[in-house]
């Protein structure tokens, strides 16, 4: 894998414990970890304090929708938990978005931390989609601030020749060949993805449902 591009694992489990088990077996081997809305809701911010004095990074994947004194309200939170990365959907609209670049830079600024990523959604994976509904969302993103986007792999080589300012793509339906699709409808390949210009690829149910999710890890890396 090229060094600039990472794989990020989607921790979708229901309990702490089995999300802890998950990290001490695959960091170092994966540095970035994703907590979703079914982990957050389980167990809240131990699981991401528990990952970060690990040493690792937390890719906070919730996904907000909301009106722009809310959302800013709960990125605020987020950069305050130490979070790498954040999600919200681009949907939300251009005043959610600007609301959330600003609540994320002054709350940075007063911590003097790093400040998170801010990444939106443009379609979900899921859903079988025209690139260009992804290409316009993406661009309202990247012109209201956001740093990056999620897309599919299928996308991003559009993405990156349409929109000219740099920013970091995401991409999750990420699959093998020999590997089971699930509810996933455009998904790509390790190489693909990378190929097409992602830098962070996210795998869940290839590692947490192998037989041996470190190895099938490694073979992703
Ligand atoms: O198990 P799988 O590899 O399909 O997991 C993909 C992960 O990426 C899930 O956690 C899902 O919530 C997330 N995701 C996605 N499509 C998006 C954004 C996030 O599949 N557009």
């Not at 894998?1 to 794989?7: D, P, R």
């Not at 709960?74 to 305050?80: H, K, L, S």
């Not at 449902?209 to 890396?221: F, H």
């Given at each position: ?7 990020i694992l989607a921790l979708d489990v229901d309990n702490l414990?089995a999300a802890k088990n998950f990290v001490?077996?695959l960091?170092?081997?994966i540095?970035i970890f994703k907590i979703g809305?079914q982990l957050f809701?389980s167990c809240?911010?131990?699981i991401?304090?528990y990952i ?6 937390v890719f906070?994947d ?140 996210v795998?869940g149910?290839?590692i947490l ?13």
């Open positions: 894998m090229s060094s600039a591009s990472q794989i414990q001490d077996k960091y170092p081997q540095k809305i809701t809240g911010r131990e991401v304090d970060n004095n690990k040493g690792a990074e906070l919730l996904k907000f929708f909301d009106i722009p004194n809310t959302v800013a309200g709960a990125v605020r939170e987020a950069v305050r938990l130490k979070v790498k990365m954040l999600t919200m959907h681009i949907l939300g609209d251009e005043e959610m978005l600007k609301a959330a670049v600003s609540a994320r830079n002054d709350e940075a600024g007063t911590l003097k931390i790093n400040k998170p990523l801010l990444i939106g959604v443009t379609v979900l994976t899921s859903k079988d989609t025209a690139s260009s509904d992804v290409l316009t969302l993406a661009k309202i993103g990247i012109e209201c601030g956001l740093d990056g986007v999620v897309c599919s792999a299928r996308e991003a080589g559009l993405l990156r020749k349409e929109i000219k300012k740099s920013f970091v793509i995401v991409t999750p339906g990420i699959r093998q060949a020999n590997t089971a699709s699930d509810d996933q409808k455009r998904t790509t390949t390790v190489q693909e993805a990378i190929a097409s210009g992602s830098d962070f690829l795998v149910r290839p449902k192998a037989d041996d999710p470190l190895r099938a890890a490694k073979e992703l890396v």
